[in-house]
């Protein structure tokens, strides 16, 4: 079956509020498909390859650090919640847009003829789309009411080589600021010397990854608000061919660097708004 133009689509995504200044983004996790959606799509698709596998679970210790997190519930293939709602692209480079028409390495997205139609790509807009932003929103000026400031991190993951993006492996560690404009410099510093202070993990400051549609909405350093984006190469936590399984082991190491990172941001911004 299909929505119809009076359906709605339940529980576009997971909310849970934190008791700190930080929420971290999770657009590109969620695996729920549209009917038309799901009877639409490749064999190639239908493993949902270009998810960002596990990082909910990658990163549940944040609620330990008093983190707000938002979840985004639906597939990419249905509505891609980093990408701006009138579509333009974001990048120069080979990228995907607001609703993929191929994956990653250029396979087509949809059986041809078995795309969704205008209407219902509308409808993904209202219901999944624009409550994610209207939460990131809400919750930011939220925090900003409450303490001076909002800090975003906006977390990825991505398999570690896909030539039609980028050349060769990418780093493991891939930092977004916007080339500087969604954050302080002095947040960026402080991330970045995470980075630098390890030597298990490569890592690389505004690369192939500058950040998406959210860290350069949201992230505005002039009214108090900071976003980072972080692109994680899967191999390293996770198998990066089907089943896509989560590897504990592999995470738990990448974990000594993020738990840092984000106790490091917070700190940062004690810091700077102290009063």
């Known amino acids: 079956m299909s929505l119809s133009a009076n359906s709605v689509i339940a529980e576009p995504l997971h909310f849970v509020r934190g008791t700190a200044p930080l929420l971290i983004s999770i657009p590109h996790a969620g695996t729920h498909l549209t009917p038309e959606v799901a009877s639409g ?3 190639a698709a239908l493993p949902l390859s270009d998810t960002d596998w596990h990082i909910p679970q990658l990163y549940d210790f944040a609620r330990a650090l008093g983190a707000s997190i938002l979840v985004g519930q639906y597939s990419r ?3 891609d919640l980093n990408r701006p709602a009138d579509d333009t692209p974001l990048y120069a480079t080979a990228t995907t847009g607001l609703f993929p028409d191929t994956l990653f390495d250029g396979r087509p997205t949809f059986k041809a003829g078995m795309e969704p139609t205008v209407v219902q790509r509308q409808q ?3 219901q999944v789309w624009q409550p994610y932003h209207q939460t990131i929103a809400s919750e930011l000026a939220r925090m900003k009411e409450a303490f001076g400031y909002a800090l975003l991190f906006d977390a990825h993951s991505i398999a ?3 030539p039609r993006l980028f050349d060769g492996k990418l780093p493991d560690l891939n930092l977004g ?3 500087g404009a969604s954050c302080s410099p002095g947040l960026s510093g402080v991330v970045e010397g995470v980075c630098l202070q390890q030597t298990r993990f490569s890592h690389v400051l505004n690369g192939r990854f500058k ?3 959210i860290t350069r909405e949201y992230g505005q350093p002039d009214i108090h608000q900071h976003a980072v984006q972080l692109e994680l190469a899967q191999v390293n936590y996770m198998e990066e061919i089907e089943p896509f399984a989560y590897d504990e082991e592999k995470a738990r190491e990448l974990r000594n660097v993020l738990k840092p990172l984000l106790a490091g941001m917070l700190a ?5 708004y102290k009063q």
């Open 177 to 179: 600021t916007n080339g």
């Open 41 to 43: 799509l490749t064999d």
């Open 77 to 79: 293939f249905v509505i």
């Open 268 to 272: 940062w911004g004690e810091q700077q």
């Open 211 to 213: 950040g998406g549609y």
């Open 124 to 126: 993904y807009l209202e």
């Open 160 to 162: 570690s080589q896909i």
